[in-house]
């Protein structure tokens, strides 16, 4: 292991997204992050995505850098397995709905009696209590209830196209179990952490999208900080411009352009240039359609004029920027074959190469993880043959998916 969480290992009892985010985050520090799935087809995740020999894009960008077991907790000897795990693990992170680690007895109170100074981070949609705790929780349902849909589109509610409050979720998770290992390094001890994705994306939202309802009384409100952006349209796609809150900028792109806009009573001041937006971003349309994308922001960028190109999601990956940093890595999966994925954003001392390991297959680490632990070999031989059970019923169902 390498990087600042080298010793530090962390269980993650979760599926999908927000609790992997948080681990995939441990991991990439350099945390021994063991990923425990159900036996069968175990995260959902594994099956989101672009499929390739049975492994999810999703998946293998989430759950980089892990290992992974399987363990059945309603198998008396596979949650005897766990308690086992727990007793020489720092974390614990689980993200099923509100009550069911109780039923199961993997909750903090009975865990925290085999490691007393265990951290626990408990994710959920909506909290552990109140009317919608027993929903089954969607990012869409979160975005629903924060306001995101209306504040995407006044005229009709509109969904963001990324589960962002699930990866909100996990970057809040990952920040407060950090916070809690500090804690517990200064003699604080464990502790438990109820995070749910709700307050994650309000705490997120509130900056901006909710800086004109902050004050209960008084005040002037500028308008939406959204309403200071907007995408125009080039001959090959669209361009974001930074123009209409400055009125500096703004008349020098008029300038540039030889516009008449910016003496015109309707667009001569911010206020007046966000009451009459539809109109000005159709003006400014009938110029930017004569460039390319490419063009239009080298000319922005000759002015000091914040401009981008917006890219395809096929294109990121050849952006000069991105090329420059490196950011996105290529790599070579010995059964996938070439696959790309970002590295992690900072690279901190210790770090050495990334990834370390690939997204393992359902149990491959079963053996080495329970082995540490002084697990009976009767009980391992058990599980991997289970494992390997499984496995060949998934490849038979891909197998029948595939050719019809």
Not at 109 to 127: H, R
Not at 268 to 289: A, D, F, G, P
């Amino acid at each position: 292991m390498s990087g600042p969480y080298s010793g530090i290992r962390v269980l993650e009892l979760t599926s999908t997204v927000s609790g992997p985010f948080a681990g995939m985050m441990l991991a990439d520090q350099g945390a021994e992050v063991i990923k425990i799935e159900p036996p069968g087809i175990g995260d959902l995740a594994r099956f989101m995505g672009t499929i390739k020999d049975g492994m999810g894009a999703m998946f293998s960008t989430l759950n980089r850098n892990k290992k992974c077991i399987c363990l059945d907790f309603k198998n008396e000897e596979d949650l005897n397995v766990l308690k086992e795990l727990v007793s020489t693990s720092d974390v614990l992170i689980e993200n099923y709905r509100p009550g069911i680690v109780h039923k199961l007895g993997i909750d903090y109170e009975s865990l925290c009696k085999i490691k007393p100074d265990l951290i626990y981070c408990s994710i959920s949609g909506y909290g552990q209590s109140g009317p919608y705790k027993e929903k089954k929780v969607y990012d869409p349902l979160i975005q629903g209830t924060v306001g995101i849909p209306n504040a995407q589109n006044s005229k009709f509610p509109e969904l963001l196209r990324t589960i962002i409050y699930d990866k909100v979720t996990g970057l809040t998770s990952a920040q407060a179990i950090s916070a809690a290992l500090y804690q517990k390094e200064r003699g604080e001890g464990g502790q438990y952490l109820p995070i749910s994705m709700m307050e994650s994306a309000l705490y997120y939202n509130w900056p901006d999208l909710m800086m004109n309802h902050t004050f209960l009384e008084g005040g002037i409100n500028i308008g939406e900080l959204a309403d200071l952006f907007e995408v125009y349209e080039t001959s090959d796609g669209g361009v974001i411009i930074i123009i209409i809150a400055a009125d500096e900028v703004f008349s020098k792109f008029c300038s540039h352009f030889d516009l008449d806009l910016y003496s015109n009573d309707k667009y001569n001041s911010l206020e007046s240039r966000i009451i009459n937006k539809e109109q000005l971003t159709e003006e400014i349309n009938k110029v930017t359609r004569n460039f390319s994308s490419r063009e239009l922001v080298e000319r922005m960028d000759h002015e000091g004029i914040s401009a981008s190109v917006c890219n395809q999601l096929d294109e990121v990956h050849q952006d000069p920027q991105v090329l420059d940093q490196g950011s996105i890595v290529e790599i070579n999966h010995p059964e996938l074959g070439k696959m790309r994925m970002p590295k992690p954003p900072a690279n901190l001392k210790g770090q050495k190469e990334f990834p370390r390991s690939l997204a393992p297959i359902l149990g491959f680490d079963n053996r080495e993880v329970l082995e540490n632990i002084k697990i009976d070999n009767d009980i391992i031989q058990r599980m991997e043959e289970r494992e390997e059970q499984n496995r060949l019923l998934i490849k038979a169902m891909m197998d029948a998916e595939n050719q019809s």
